[in-house]
């Protein structure tokens, strides 16, 4: 008969309910759940007050969401929460390129690119040639890897974000690597830019001192057959937002050395090469 | 520059970001956040799917939130969140009456009623006598408290939930004491009933094996000026589903003799006397 709550044996109590008919992986995440979070609630004392605008913000973020706009993940973004999950599930080995996280603003199935071709359709911002490898660990080039890649315009908007405003498939692109693993193309050296902040989530941000911006990069999801599949981004190596990126997805190993161009096609070239792992 | 993400510091990192700007509670209620939903994270491995489907989960709460129904109030009610919320503002010392979850379905300013009067107005259900009385810790009738009860009818479903079905405040009515502390109404003895169940929620319980069942009970809300609100149940002793609760609401000592009358104005009586504590 100890079923009954008790404020010391919370946790366990409520753990204690879950029943025969349970699969064994949904049981350990939610009783795992159920013990952080009442942990969380103990050790800060947390006020009925302050439950209420729990229930509140939640309630606002999901009435947010839609098609367009995704808040619960803006949130687990902002958290740290998203770019946890991701290191947790791609651990490499050293000399790997890193995963970072994909972000909201991926679109499957861009145009099919020839390599040196350019993305950038809206004739707005400097010029930047992408150019590198795609290797496996060993340093032998990958052929018939695909580089799916995506950045926001000189304004800081990606595509989606302005229909009827950019072109369509603007900044984005599908490029496949012959035998020699090479890879090139033109797009924008990308922008910072601030993630949208109009709703509960930028209202936490303002709450805790934060700012809701990105330091500028330009997102890659590179598949190979036989590789595990990496999504990562590379960042501009002086954007003054590298320190304190609004969802921690920098990292050291990605940050790229975009440079000047004297006298080139482009203003700017951003080399880096791609190391992929067996799968 | 040790600011860039890494797994083995993730909580430290984000937390590192909160600004000078940021006042000291929220800064310390969001920082415990993040730290227990990343060590949440780390301890079961999170994968992407299930992070995912977390996200799903949240935005179909959210979706479902109307001033009919509080999806995210279920969630936290049926993870025993609610609970020890209230357990943990709601302390109190020995023979006062305990708190337990205030639940969505009060509505403000219910008619007030002459003692002895009934609450149930659709005929349905066994007629109940409730009565004792108002108490402070050191046995002394409160005079001017005010009782604000309701239940469910006897199809186990409260007046709100069924608009133009039942009669507008049906099992519902506030009751103020006299000198002698005493109160008395009659209701129906309560019915066990389902939570609504058919959202995430449900679909959560559903997973874990756990039924969606409350235990039959009478709410009270009372408050007397110059003593602590109490907002409370009397459950009905002999229920069925008295130690499992889907929102762990039962308190051995809210736990009622309800008793079967022998030739008397109703069928059933519930004794039960309130002890407040002093503000």
Chains 1, 2 share one sequence.
């Not at 010391?8 to 952080?36: K, T």
């Not at 791609?90 to 390599?115: D, I, K, S």
């Amino acid at each position: 008969m100890m079923s009954y709550f008790s404020e010391e044996n919370s946790a366990e109590i409520v753990n204690g309910r879950i029943g025969s008919a349970a699969l064994p992986r949904p049981a350990e995440v939610m009783s795992a759940l159920v013990r952080h979070l009442h942990a969380f609630a103990s050790e800060v004392h947390l006020t009925q007050k302050e439950w209420e605008l729990g229930v509140e913000f939640l309630t606002r973020a999901g009435h947010l969401c839609s098609d367009e706009r995704q808040e619960f993940i803006l949130l687990s973004d902002t958290l740290g929460f998203s770019m946890l999950v991701d290191a947790i599930n791609n651990r490499r080995p050293p000399g790997a390129t890193e995963n970072t996280v994909f972000g909201p603003f991926h679109v499957a199935n861009a145009p099919l690119r020839t390599m040196g071709d350019t993305i950038s359709l809206d004739g707005k911002g400097e010029s930047c040639l992408f150019e590198g490898m795609v290797l496996d660990l060993e340093g032998n080039p990958i052929m018939g890897a695909c580089l799916d890649v995506w950045s926001d315009n000189a304004d800081g908007f990606y595509d989606v974000q302005q229909p009827g405003i950019q072109p369509k498939w603007n900044n984005r692109g599908r490029f496949i690597t012959q035998a020699d693993g090479c890879y090139s193309f033109v797009g924008i050296r990308p922008v910072s830019y601030p993630i949208p902040d109009d709703g509960p989530v930028g209202q936490l941000l303002a709450l805790l001192g934060r700012h809701p911006y990105r330091p500028a990069h330009m997102h890659f999801l590179v598949t190979a057959d036989g590789f595990q599949k990496l999504v990562t981004h590379i960042f501009v190596g002086d954007d003054p937002y590298l320190t304190s990126d609004t969802v921690f997805g920098v990292k050291q190993s990605l940050i790229a050395p975009f440079s000047r161009v004297e006298n080139g096609q482009t203003a700017w070239r951003a080399p880096f090469d791609f190391v992929l792992v067996a799968a």
